[in-house]
């Protein structure tokens, strides 16, 4: 069970916070909300929202998997932004020695996945000299095909592979759009498998597409219980009554902090080592999805800001507890951190040491989480908790659902559209013209056109 406790956004519980007659209004406000997200999602915008109950899709990862069991030791992801960060955040969680979603079979034999999240030639070169190419699988994952930095690793691993004697269609694979693009095509010509990304789905909302089920089924993670955990989420998330819906919760409250009281960072603070890059998952799907320009001109969008419990108490805390009061810290608590260490008992006499006998490190973690919230709820600053029972693949699939969902709440609010990025666009844009991609003219004179480096502003010895 997901549930989330936001006492500690209230007007009686901290300065400046949510007041009564607020979350009233936002109560009367949410259903017309809820209603034009699920217009979205029937007219395949916010197609995202159907995954959980499309069984053909999942399939594809999962007989893909079955059929390359023990042929690979190593697994590379080619791709960026949300075709990298979901992935990264589904082995993190999912995937730790001794307490994981992995299979007896796969605990012996799972292969090691490698995610080339970015194009320095630093890491491409040290990942690739390690790897055997005639035991290693690329995964391929572009929806259109024309991402530059995914389509030059392909080209660099392409050559690797076919220097090496070996056939592409034997350690390929794509994932991309069912029709358009580049790779379906390409796929065809070169024989390598191809799964779909249905065209509804944008990168940033796909990991419960093969996006991510892909690499996880090979990883051995139990997909089936993720998008178990995901369809249990959007059930909840059916109802209008705000205070029954989790996702409906978590995006009004996140909306009215900024627009009402000021609140423009939003942090993610879990208190658990495997949902660390789930927080980077976050910030991602938060960022792109709301940071626009409305109709109106006006630029809108909080910010969200990764965070690590225990870590950053004794890094970023210092600043949300004294700095501006302009965030809200959303903790992830977990009941259940699995195997357990008990602190032992020993030098009574140092009180520096002797209380910490005979607790375990679980409880000192969620102790810590606790105290956090209310030191900061002391102090005035908004925060909130999100409490899972333990990090498996049903809560992880209930997590991302709910956090998916709230984005697309949250734009409604905002009055932006959740599911495109046109601010990105533009420099896309002059990097093909920078590197002479036809079609990219216009791009180039208004690159032309930019000011020039101005040697009066710029240093140089």
Aim: net charge negative.
């Amino acid at each position: 069970m997901i549930s989330i406790d936001f006492t500690n956004m209230m007007a009686s519980a901290v300065d400046n916070g949510i007041t009564d007659a607020e979350w009233e209004d936002a109560h009367g406000a949410f259903a017309a909300i809820h209603n034009n997200v699920t217009a979205q999602r029937n007219d395949g915008v916010a197609d995202f929202m159907n995954l959980p109950r499309n069984a053909p899709l999942l399939q594809q990862s999962i007989d893909f998997a079955g059929r390359v069991r023990g042929r690979y030791d190593d697994v590379v992801i080619l791709g960026i932004g949300g075709s990298a960060l979901g992935p990264i955040a589904l082995k993190t969680a999912l995937c730790r020695s001794g307490w994981n979603e992995l299979t007896v079979e796969a605990r012996s034999g799972a292969p090691r996945l490698h995610v080339l999240d970015n194009i320095d030639p630093v890491t491409i070169v040290a990942v690739l000299d390690r790897l055997k190419l005639d035991r290693t699988l690329f995964i391929v994952t572009s929806k259109s095909g024309g991402t530059a930095e995914t389509m030059s690793q392909f080209l660099i691993a392409h050559d690797r592979v076919t220097t090496a004697g070996l056939a592409v269609a034997d350690h390929f694979v794509f994932v991309t759009d069912p029709k358009n693009g580049a790779l379906r095509p390409l796929a065809q010509e070169l024989s390598v498998p191809a799964l779909d990304i249905p065209p509804g789905v944008g990168g940033r909302y796909s990991v419960l597409t093969p996006v991510g089920t892909l690499p996880a089924a090979l990883l051995g993670i139990n997909v089936r219980e993720l998008l178990l955990g995901a369809g249990e989420m959007l059930d909840r998330c059916e109802s209008t009554e705000l205070s029954d819906n989790p996702a409906g919760v978590l995006g009004s409250l996140f909306y009215m902090s900024d627009v009402r009281h000021g609140r423009v960072i939003d942090v993610l603070m879990p208190y658990s080592d495997p949902l660390r890059d789930f927080a980077a998952w976050f910030v991602q799907l938060w960022a792109e999805s709301l940071g626009k320009h409305r109709a109106d001109g006006k630029s809108v969008g909080s910010t969200p800001l990764p965070a690590l419990g225990s870590t950053d108490q004794h890094s970023q805390v210092q600043s949300f507890m004294e700095g501006p009061a302009n965030k809200v810290v959303a903790f992830i608590a977990v009941e259940d951190h699995g195997p357990d260490i008990i602190i032992p008992t020993a030098f009574p006499h140092v009180t520096e040491l002797g209380y910490l006998g005979g607790h375990s490190l679980s409880e000192l973690l969620n102790i810590e989480q606790r105290a956090t919230a209310g030191a900061l709820a002391k102090r005035g600053r908004s925060n909130l908790t999100v409490r899972i029972e333990k990090v498996d693949a049903h809560h992880v699939g209930g997590l991302m659902m709910m956090f998916e969902i709230a984005t697309a709440y949250a734009g409604q609010m905002y009055g932006v559209n959740a599911f495109n990025q046109p601010g990105v666009e533009l420099g896309k844009q002059f990097a093909y013209a920078l590197l002479g991609r036809p079609g990219a003219e216009a791009a180039k004179a208004q690159w032309d056109a930019l000011p020039k480096p101005d040697p009066r502003w710029s240093q140089s010895r």
